[in-house]
T-cell receptor, first 114, second 113 residues
Framework: AQSVTQLGSHVSVSEGALVLLRCNYS??????LFWYVQYPNQGLQLLLK??????LVKGINGFEAEFKKSETSFHLTKPSAHMSDAAEYFC????????????FGSGTKLNVKP | IAGITQAPTSQILAAGRRMTLRCTQD?????MYWYRQDLGLGLRLIHY???????GKGEVPDGYSVSRANTDDFPLTLASAVPSQTSVYFC????????????FGPGTRLTVL
């Protein structure tokens, strides 16, 4: 089975600062990787996904992530944080061996300070 | 409606009672999923369905059952609720499988006393 590790359950940045949320995965085969965002009292929304095309993936709201196979990582970045980015972010991997099974990380709550 | 709806929004339930959480999508997606979200554990897959008429077990299926009689509906049943099933439950759907975006419902907050 796949697994996902998100380092840091809480990250705090100042408005305008770089956002870096870390995600590492374990997989015996090339995975599909996703970042989702959850705003308070809402369901999850897709930010971006990697499906074996370009390793640098651009998503919505200025976020991007880079797939690094050698590091088994898929870190999420945004050059300049905005107050509206405050939310919880989840990294997920899909298990190509078990079609349709997704494994989520435990989440990172991003706080943006004015 | 557009997207995925879930009902009820929240529920308090006595232990031992039976409960069905409802999920309906209008996107004609083939695949549907049920997750539970617990603090510090992220989302864990309970059951999934690749297409109408088929279901499969996820990471944490014990104590839950699902059915997929048609494309749109994917109810989750707790036959005899226990306090450890207190959680927020999310239904999701995707067009097909591993590479597709999952679209999530707003969630059902369930408390079992």
């Amino acid at each position: 089975a796949q697994s996902v590790t998100q380092l840091g359950s809480h990250v705090s940045v100042s408005e305008g600062a770089l956002v870096l949320l870390r995600c590492n995965y374990s997989s015996s085969v090339p995975p599909y990787l996703f970042w989702y965002v959850q705003y308070p009292n809402q369901g999850l929304q897709l930010l971006l996904k990697y499906t074996s095309a370009a390793t640098l993936v651009k998503g919505i709201n200025g976020f991007e992530a880079e797939f690094k196979k050698s590091e088994t990582s898929f870190h999420l970045t945004k050059p300049s944080a905005h107050m509206s980015d405050a939310a919880e972010y989840f990294c997920a991997v899909s298990d190509m061996g078990d079609f349709n099974k997704f494994y989520f990380g435990s989440g990172t709550k991003l706080n943006v300070k004015p | 409606i557009a997207g995925i709806t879930q009902a009820p929004t929240s529920q308090i339930l006595a232990a031992g009672r039976r409960m069905t959480l409802r999920c309906t999508q209008d996107m004609r997606h083939n695949a549907m999923y049920w997750y539970r979200q617990d603090l510090g554990l992220g989302l864990r897959l309970i059951h999934y369905s690749n297409t109408a008429g088929t279901t499969g077990k996820g990471e944490v299926p014990d104590g839950y059952s699902v059915s997929r009689a048609n494309t749109d509906d994917f109810p989750l049943t707790l036959a005899s609720a226990v306090p450890s099933q207190t959680s927020v439950y999310f239904c999701a759907s995707s067009d097909t499988g591993s590479t597709d975006t999952q679209y999530f419902g707003p969630g059902t907050r369930l408390t079992v006393l």
